[in-house]
């Protein structure tokens, strides 16, 4: 019996202290969690004020203690280069899709059918994942209408997409959108996989999907 002990006294060392670095990770992963949901809460509202932020940051709270959220996995690495890339290219391309869309009011020509699009992306994180599609659909003339987040493939509808060239150029817009956000706070596979397929429209034989 005596020589069972040394080898229960390190195993019970270890063991507690997982739990302190879970606990720690987790309240980490809520804040940032929290952070994000006040974001798009915000960014909904289409106005920066005192009382969106506030109203935001109670139903952050709310929602992550009523409702059961699946766990928020973070990659461990923020760039910020590719973090201000993002942010320069989301508001030049905020501004020039809202001026497009504006035209298609006032041009004589009447605005193409639109199209449903599938973009299967490299991404397998469902923080990248629901970033993508906040930022496709935020842009004027996009908006996310279904996901298969098994799949990791985003619907898209998108205006005035009525040709193969529309078509190409709308997924490479949403694979761009992954892009800068892998560079940005993506994880290492997510990067690794982003190296393996730096063209996704090739996998897609043209865009044919």
């Not at 909904?44 to 932020?53: A, E, F, K, T």
Request: hydrophobic share 45%; proline share 5%; charged share 20%.
């Amino acid at each position: 019996m005596s020589a069972d002990r040394p080898s229960k006294r390190p195993s019970d060392r270890p063991s507690s202290r997982p739990p302190r670095m879970t606990r720690r990770r987790s309240f980490v992963q809520q804040l940032v969690l929290v952070f994000f949901l006040v974001l798009l809460w915000v960014m909904l509202w289409d106005s920066v004020s005192l009382m969106h932020i506030i109203t935001g940051v109670v139903i952050a709270f709310l929602v992550t203690r009523v409702f059961y959220l699946p766990p928020v996995v973070l990659s461990g690495r923020f760039n910020i280069i590719h973090a201000l890339r993002y942010g320069l290219w989301f508001l030049y391309s905020l501004i020039h899709a809202s001026v497009e869309v504006a035209w298609y009011a006032f041009r004589r020509r009447a605005v193409g059918a639109g199209s449903v699009i599938a973009c299967d992306l490299r991404t397998s994180s469902d923080l990248l994942m629901t970033l993508v599609a906040d930022t496709a659909s935020l842009i004027p003339g996009s908006i996310i209408i279904d996901s298969d987040r098994a799949m990791g493939i985003l619907y898209l509808h998108v205006l005035d997409c009525d040709s193969e060239e529309k078509t190409v150029s709308a997924k490479q817009q949403v694979y761009h959108i992954e892009e800068l956000l892998i560079r940005a706070l993506g994880s290492h596979r997510d990067l690794a996989a982003l190296r393996v397929t730096p063209d996704p429209m090739a996998e897609e034989d043209g865009g044919d999907r």
